[in-house]
């Protein structure tokens, strides 16, 4: 009787691939019996992007049940008796860091630090009006979006739009840091905000840091309850 291991040189299968992290990801891919598992994850990684280190495959057949884990590298993939179906090469990304942003840690720094730091778009639009006052005129109304703040109140529970951000209207008016026009500050229940109440060192409300945003009024909705 031939052994598992004397597979005919022409013998193939196709797999479904998926990545157990990455759901969006899906191929039909076919492999060479004689491929050792380690080819296998060389040639899934020009595909999926794990690294042939941090990968581990295993077999399932058409009802999802596992059949087995393919965790030696030099055997061949015909040793595990493959049939066309379902192969997913977890890895070390565990989480849906690949795919979910909010997972990656961002960067932050505070509006003191930022006036520090030299080159940046702010110093250039500080010089730029130093040299000519008059380009950097605003053409706002210091009555634009003063409308929409009629039926704005502090107090008031709200939703911010883009994003669907909920919490509380902690103040609403002009803003002599920001662009002339009418303006809401808003206290975020989760810290989805870029600052605690100050903006380019004015205080306009109080809130925890990164709680807290400036927004026009068109992007809020009030909300009776939520």
């Not at 020009?46 to 030099?74: F, P, Q, W």
Request: charged share 30%.
């Amino acid at each position: 009787m031939a052994s598992r291991l004397q597979i005919q040189e022409d013998e193939s299968v196709s797999l479904l691939v998926t990545h157990s992290n990455i759901k969006s990801f899906s191929a039909d891919v076919r492999f060479s019996l004689q491929m050792t598992v380690e080819s296998v994850k060389e040639k899934l990684w020009r595909k999926c992007g794990t690294s042939v280190n941090s990968m581990c495959l295993e077999l399932y057949d058409d009802t999802g049940a596992k059949i087995s884990v393919l965790d030696d590298n030099l055997r061949q993939l015909g040793f595990y008796s493959p049939q066309d179906g379902d192969l997913d090469p977890s890895s070390v990304t565990s989480g849906g860091w690949l795919e979910d942003t909010s997972l990656v840690e961002k960067y932050s720094i505070s509006e003191e630090a930022y006036d520090k730091l030299g080159g940046t778009y702010r110093k250039f639009k500080e010089k730029l009006a130093s040299q000519n006052p008059s380009i950097l005129e605003s053409k706002i109304s210091d009555h634009y979006m003063e409308d929409p703040c009629a039926n704005i109140k502090v107090g008031d529970r709200c939703e911010v739009q883009p994003g669907e951000k909920r919490g509380v209207i902690k103040f609403v008016g002009r803003a002599e840091s920001l662009a002339p026009g009418f303006w809401v500050g808003v206290q975020y229940d989760e810290p989805l905000g870029k600052h605690d109440g100050m903006v380019k060192g004015m205080r306009y409300f109080d809130c925890p840091p990164l709680h807290g945003a400036m927004v026009r009024p068109d992007k809020v909705k009030v909300c009776i309850e939520l």
